[in-house]
């Protein structure tokens, strides 16, 4: 207790914290989203490298404000525990444009005129888009992502 008392409050935080990185480096780890959830982008460039995955994408664009995209969401969020090889996101499409990006993307063979919109995205383009949330359609358009 003596060799404690030696250093100050600051100090002895410091050394408990770098007792335990040294025990679990794992806490220094980049965060990353849990198997089988939803992912929440916010920035241009995630968006870029979801609309271009080569692993099969579901990127839901919603609306703050929109309570149909509420609805769609509650829906959405059961999807990963149901189809663990697909990546699930979800983005605020007005605020990343994403209306655009499908656009310019697809070189304008999918539109999106409102929200919610489904962007399906397969071996690193753009394979279908949905505008609603239908579960029944979702869900086939999921299944017609996992086939070869």
């Avoid at 849990?34 to 995630?46: I, K, N, W």
């Avoid at 839901?60 to 697909?86: A, D, R």
């Avoid at 007005?94 to 005129?113: D, W």
Wanted: net charge positive; hydrophobic share 40%; charged share 20%.
């Amino acid at each position: 207790m003596g060799v404690f008392m030696k250093f100050s409050h600051k100090s002895r935080i410091f050394l408990f914290v770098t007792i335990l990185i040294k025990h679990d480096p794992r806490l220094l780890a980049h965060p990353t989203v849990p198997p089988h959830q939803v992912e929440e982008v916010t920035m241009m460039d995630e968006l870029f490298k979801h609309l271009s995955s080569q692993k099969p994408t579901v990127i839901m664009g919603f609306m703050n404000h929109c309570s149909h995209c509420k609805t769609v969401s509650k829906f959405f969020e059961t999807l990963p525990q149901k189809y663990n090889k697909i990546n699930f996101v979800v983005v605020n499409g007005p605020k990343l444009s994403l209306h655009k990006e499908v656009a310019k993307l697809s070189e304008n063979n999918f539109k999106i005129p409102g929200y919610p919109s489904l962007v399906f995205i397969k071996n690193g383009k753009i394979s279908d888009v949905q505008i609603g949330g239908n579960p029944k359609a979702i869900e086939e358009k999921i299944k017609t992502l996992l086939k070869k």
